[in-house]
């Protein structure tokens, strides 16, 4: 398997609910990211990881907890979302030093109720 | 800090057609990169074309190609030979040299094909 892959691709959850979002990236990159989108919004970077280091943090709100156990994988943990966490969760990758896009997965539609 | 601007909500182009997509950045640097990227209704962002700011050569890929006005900091994406696959969300995207991990993206431009 090649590429940005994300699970789920749809997921609804109530607002006392924890679930996660999964990321794997079968690309040789050694940096990942989560992006927030919204609708008429730019690209809203949340969390970046480099060789499993965070190097960026975009303020985001506690009930959303990166993870990234190795180079390949990256989750966000979810717990006690709001009904405006409802987006679109874009996961991408890059190889930093070699001058090249980042590449991203079809992301996960998250509904919360 | 850097911004990217997309002016058009919205575009529509005959099949077979050409259209351009404009895109304005705002930076201080000399040195980035900038990028077209296509989000169909699949979600998935696909790449479609890149530019280096170095390179004073305007990028083509097929029937995509770019116009770079470095000094006016504007990066227009010009689709020649429309067709009805062109039709998705095009956003326009801005980042540093590697090593520093920011790709900062404009709000998009929504492109409607008509056979």
């Known amino acids: 398997e090649t590429g940005v892959t994300q699970t789920p691709r749809h997921l609804v959850m109530g607002m006392t609910n924890k679930k996660s979002l999964k990321c794997e990236q079968h690309?040789?990159?050694?940096?990942m990211y989560w992006y927030k989108q919204s609708a008429k919004k730019p690209l809203e970077l949340m969390f970046v990881?480099?060789?499993?280091?965070?190097?960026e943090n975009n303020s985001v709100p506690s009930r959303f907890s990166p993870e990234c156990p190795n180079s390949s994988h990256l989750f966000l943990h979810l717990h006690t979302l709001q009904p405006e966490d409802s987006a679109l969760y874009l996961c991408?990758?890059?190889?930093?030093?070699?001058?090249?896009?980042?590449?991203f997965g079809q992301g996960t539609r998250l509904t919360v109720v | 800090a850097q911004t990217v601007t997309q002016s058009q909500p919205e575009m529509s182009v005959q099949e077979a057609e050409t259209v351009t997509l404009s895109c304005t950045y705002d930076?201080?640097?000399?040195?980035?990169?900038l990028f077209w990227y296509k989000q169909p209704p699949s979600r998935q962002m696909i790449l479609v074309i890149r530019?280096?700011?170095?390179?004073?050569q305007n990028a083509t890929e097929n029937r995509f190609s770019v116009n770079f006005q470095k000094a006016a900091k504007s990066f227009s994406l010009k689709i020649s030979d429309s067709q009805l696959g062109d039709a998705a969300m095009y956003f326009c995207?801005?980042?540093?040299?590697?090593?520093?991990?920011?790709?900062?993206f404009g709000t998009g431009t929504r492109l409607k094909v008509l056979a």
């Open positions: 991408a990758s890059s190889s930093v030093g070699s001058n090249t896009e980042a590449f």
């Open positions: 690309l040789g990159h050694n940096a």
């Open positions: 990881y480099s060789l499993e280091e965070r190097v």
């Open positions: 930076t201080s640097e000399s040195d980035y990169y």
């Open positions: 530019q280096e700011a170095y390179k004073q």
């Open positions: 995207a801005y980042s540093l040299p590697s090593g520093t991990y920011k790709y900062i």
